[in-house]
């Protein structure tokens, strides 16, 4: 069984990710909220992250994964965004997530794994995207450097999704005619599932890609490279 450490699991793509993992790998989950996650091959460790020192000692002395769920959605125009609201974006995002790795990083197996999410938004210019695309753009560029300078013992790959189906997304899809809408500007006509995701994440942990490192993988329905309009 594979150690692999989570940030965030209890709902969305985590829990998603968690649900596939935890009958054949040892999770070490940490976390605000614990209720959706019981199970004899997961240990919850409370924690916020944008507050908490991440307990090292509630981990094995070695891991082989590391996946970074925690992020944000706030789209708005830029001249009615506040300074604050990216600072709080580019803390909950990015330095949280450097937080985390800075502590870790010692216990990282040979040929382990990690997985962080960006966003489409970062490589195709989107309105109202300012703050996230920000953040998540500071995460690829973090990412592509940790994977040169740990390379080949760690292998760190970046997941850059369209919309998704998850309460995190919750105000953008709750009505029929939003939910249309979003569907039909994929080309694949739907908007992504956590599932969709987490299977991404579950190749990128394992052996499969074994040979991927640097990357950042665009599971989308196809909108970032796709025009069928």
Known sequence: MKNILLIGGSHGIGLAIVNELKDNHQLFIASRTADTIVH??????????????????????????????????NLKPFKMMGVDTIRQDMEINFFAMVNVVK?????????????????????????????????KGAIEGFAKSMAAEYAPKIRVNVIAPS?????????????????????????????????DIAQSAIYLLS?????????VLGVDGGLSTLNIH
């Open 40 to 73: 004899k091959n997961i240990t919850h460790i409370p924690f916020d992250a944008t507050k908490d020192e991440l307990d090292l000692g509630q981990l094995p002395e070695k891991l082989d994964g590391f996946v970074y769920c925690p992020g944000s959605i």
């Open 103 to 135: 502590n870790i990083i010692g216990k990282m197996n040979e040929g382990s794994s990690m997985v962080f999410f960006s966003t489409i938004a970062v490589g195709t210019g989107m309105p109202f995207h300012t703050s996230v695309s920000a953040a």
């Open 163 to 195: 919309l998704v189906d998850t309460p995190l997304a919750g105000r953008l899809l709750n009505n029929e005619k939003k939910r249309e809408a979003m569907d039909d500007r994929h080309p694949l006509k739907r908007v992504g599932t956590a599932n």
């Open 207 to 215: 052996e499969k890609s074994a040979w991927v490192t640097g990357q």
